[in-house]
């Protein structure tokens, strides 16, 4: 094989492994692109959870004043009716 056969031949190698090596670099790209996107979704995702967690806490709340303040009307009604009933009006 001639010098210029051999450089040829050589260089030939070289492009395709740098070839071979930029499919990969692409595949890997592609594949972090991938999981960035999925990962991105998945936050979202998690984030509209948080969210609705937090609302059905308020709502727990609220219904939990609610509830105190009937039976802090409730509790007056019954005074009011054993007084009534005790002579007082």
Excluded: C, H, P, W
């Excluded at 492994?17 to 595949?27: D, G, I, P, Q």
């Excluded at 984030?47 to 039976?71: G, H, P, Y």
């Amino acid at each position: 094989m001639s010098l210029k056969s051999f450089l040829v031949f050589s260089f030939l190698v070289l492009v395709l492994n740098a070839n071979y090596k930029l499919k990969k670099v692409k595949e890997r790209n592609s594949l972090v692109r991938d999981i960035s996107a999925a990962m991105e979704k998945a936050g979202d995702s998690f984030e509209k959870f948080n969210e609705t967690i937090q609302r059905i806490a308020d709502d727990q709340a609220k219904i939990e004043r609610t509830i105190r303040s009937l039976v802090e009307k409730i509790e007056r009604q019954q005074q009011l009716l054993q007084f009534a009933v005790a002579g007082g009006f």
